[in-house]
């Protein structure tokens, strides 16, 4: 009858205090913007006659009906479907179709990595992509590459840049990086990137 006493008293409190660990906070998540050369998939919902595949032109735009020219480099799928949703709108009485914009061939997020790397090339993804993910794609650092000083060429509208990259740092690992959220984000690689590793 004790032991049974004792089952069912409730537990004494831990005097210890409760620690809170802290959580760190949600990393943005990266889209992918659109490029020259990618194919879209573009359904208006409730209009079969309106699926559409179309391939971003190298201008940057594609042509949708109802909708006319939609520019969409540098853009993302939400970006795009709530312009076309707004362009047809006017077609419709009872309020705005839903519009869905995907891409189903990525093939023009193309990005280059040369140098000392272990498999230098042109590489083709799906998604944003980070330098450190774009060396892994290339295999690696090769033997005797400078890490300290691999820099990133990008074409713009007013010529080329050169952005330089601390790739040494971020593969020291926790030996240069301190826990936690990082102060600067990894830069990513834009379509014509190339990512030089001397």
């Known amino acids: 009858m004790a032991a049974w006493a004792a089952a069912i008293q409730p537990a004494a409190a831990d005097p210890r205090p409760a620690i809170a660990i802290p959580t760190a906070p949600a990393a943005p998540v990266s889209q992918y913007r659109i490029n020259a050369g990618d194919e879209l998939d573009i359904f ?8 559409r595949l ?8 594609f042509s949708f009906p109802l909708a006319g020219t939609i520019r969409a480099t540098g853009r993302t799928g939400t970006d ?6 707004e362009r047809i709108s006017v077609n419709y009485r009872s309020g ?19 140098g000392k790397v272990r498999t230098p090339g ?23 590459a400078d890490l300290r000083h691999a820099v990133i060429m ?30 600067q984000p990894l830069p990513m690689l834009l379509s014509g ?5 001397p």
């Open 154 to 183: 990008r074409q713009t509208p007013a010529g080329q840049i050169v952005e330089p990259v601390q790739l040494m740092k971020i593969l020291k690992g926790a030996r240069a990086l301190d826990a936690g959220s990082l102060a």
């Open 122 to 144: 042109s590489y083709t993804s799906g998604a944003a992509i980070n330098i450190l993910q774009a060396l892994s794609m290339a295999g690696g650092a090769a033997e005797f």
């Open 193 to 197: 990137d190339v990512l030089v590793v």
């Open 96 to 114: 705005s179709p839903d519009v869905t914009v995907s891409v189903r061939d990525a093939t023009g997020m193309r990005f280059y990595v040369v």
């Open 54 to 61: 179309v391939r971003v032109q190298p201008d940057g735009t």
């Open 44 to 51: 208006v919902w409730g209009e079969e006659r309106m699926q």
């Open 80 to 85: 795009i479907a709530a312009e076309i949703r």
